[in-house]
């Protein structure tokens, strides 16, 4: 059952994350809604401007439809994950999302406020809610890049005159993560005091965390053993930081690199075990599955199991 995003932060906020998953084909959405389904926790299911352009937003959108059929049990939200002004405004038009992010936070301030007031103003006379993205986060992520120099912290004092200006409904905050698979490399954590700090200046505010995959070493280790090249180095959020900051308002908790890495990981030792064998859906059912039980362990983590 599709549900409007505000209700699961409003249910969700002090209490438990809500696993926003990042989908790009069919596997992925039967994968996530079937581990929701087996934990009957919520969920939001998110598109980003790539996957849109890689499927076409029909077909995605159909998808999307038909899961709800399929899994009526799982209720769950639909959101366009780092849209331009461009992406948001064909988002808003089509009437098939709860919410939509636009990320100006490449811009300068003064920027970032006038064009997140645009696109709220907007989505709000159709209903949809509206996240932003304030301070910069590192990594590569789809066709992101930003060079680690770059990255800055969000300010608490600027967060709270950047809600009230943009009228957005929830925020995505630059608190130590990044995109991709390198996320902690450097040993540096999650910048709790200042996540902290934020909720403080707005209570009961959603925040949103971004590039919050885990990325286990054992899966990296066995990409690696199948012929992948990743570097042992890769590092993804502390799971006890990520429950402290969940604590501190972080209702929203992105999760792309991990799904990457499973699909990886199963198609790389699928076809070194059977080289002889060319048949997608069998590699297509274990991926499925695994991604299945990843969903169900991280809902569990979040503690929004049997929160539907």
């Given at each position: ?19 926003a998953f990042n989908v790009f084909n069919a596997e992925q959405v039967h994968g996530v809604f ?204 502390d799971a006890s930081e990520l429950l402290e900051a969940i604590s501190y308002g972080i209702c ?57």
């Amino acid at each position: 059952m599709r549900v409007p995003i505000q209700e699961l932060y409003q249910q969700a906020y002090g209490n438990y994350g809500i696993g926003a998953f990042n989908v790009f084909n069919a596997e992925q959405v039967h994968g996530v809604f079937r581990g929701a389904s087996k934990v009957k926790s919520p969920i939001i299911i998110q598109l980003t401007p790539v996957a849109r352009d890689y499927m076409n937003p029909a077909m995605l959108e159909g998808i999307l439809n038909a899961a709800q059929n399929i899994y009526p049990d799982v209720s769950y939200t639909v959101h366009l994950d780092h849209g331009n002004y461009n992406h948001c405004m064909r988002a808003i038009e089509s009437g098939n999302y709860n919410s939509i992010m636009i990320d100006a936070s490449h811009e300068v301030y003064e920027e970032n406020i006038r064009i997140t007031r645009e696109v709220s103003d907007m989505a709000h006379r159709k209903g949809i809610a509206v996240e932003a993205e304030l301070g910069i986060l590192s990594g590569i992520e789809d066709d992101i890049s930003i060079d680690e120099k770059h990255a800055r912290y969000t300010n608490p004092q600027q967060a709270q005159e950047f809600v009230r200006r943009s009228g957005c409904d929830s925020l995505a905050i630059a608190v130590g993560t990044s995109h991709g698979a390198y996320k902690f490399s450097g040993g540096q954590g999650l910048q709790l005091a200042i996540i902290k700090e934020i909720q403080s200046l707005l209570p009961h505010f959603p925040l949103v965390l971004h590039g919050a995959s885990a990325v286990p070493l054992e899966e990296v280790r066995r990409i690696n053993l199948a012929g992948g090249e990743l570097k042992e180095d890769a590092k993804g959020a502390d799971a006890s930081e990520l429950l402290e900051a969940i604590s501190y308002g972080i209702c929203k908790v992105n999760i792309a690199t991990d799904m990457r890495l499973i699909w990886t990981r199963i198609h790389r030792e699928f076809f070194r075990n059977s080289p002889e064998l060319f048949d997608m859906v069998v590699p297509g059912k274990l991926y499925m599955s695994a991604l299945e039980d990843f969903v169900a362990q991280k809902c569990t983590f979040l503690k929004s199991a049997n929160q539907n």
